[in-house]
């Protein structure tokens, strides 16, 4: 599959390259949310987490943990999130799973998802449903 991160992967694209294996490529992302905000994508490609190996998953997450620890340290970061989206209806924009490692610094304004409470008895059926599915 042709994605703009196989064109980045072969080198046919720049970019600030921070890290490379067998399996795994990671570099920065053109628009950051914080300086030093790193993509950690696969070489096999596949387009998101939930139709990915599991052989794939393990290596990519061992070398999130790499990055995680140089960007902080780098960077002097506060702390670091690991963001991941999966399809269209969760902002995903490039069909090549990647995971986001982010830096984070005092006041920069990033902000989380914001949380809402369950209804009543809501929880126990959507738990119920989860389950099943397993
Ligand atoms: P997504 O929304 O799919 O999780 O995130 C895709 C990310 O890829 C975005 O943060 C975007 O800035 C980054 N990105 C898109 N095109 C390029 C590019 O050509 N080079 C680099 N380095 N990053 C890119």
Redesign the pocket.
Known sequence: MDT??SK?ISGE?P??KIYEDDHVFA???????NPG?T?VVPKKWSSDLLDTDEETLKRLIVVVQKIAKAVMEATGAVGVNV???NREGA?????HL?F?VIPRFEGDGYEHWHGKPYENGEEKLVGEKIRKML
């Open positions: 703009i991160f980045i694209i970019c600030e570099f920065l992302d053109i628009i950051p949310t905000h993509l963001a991941q989206n902002g995903q924009k490039v069909f990647h986001h």
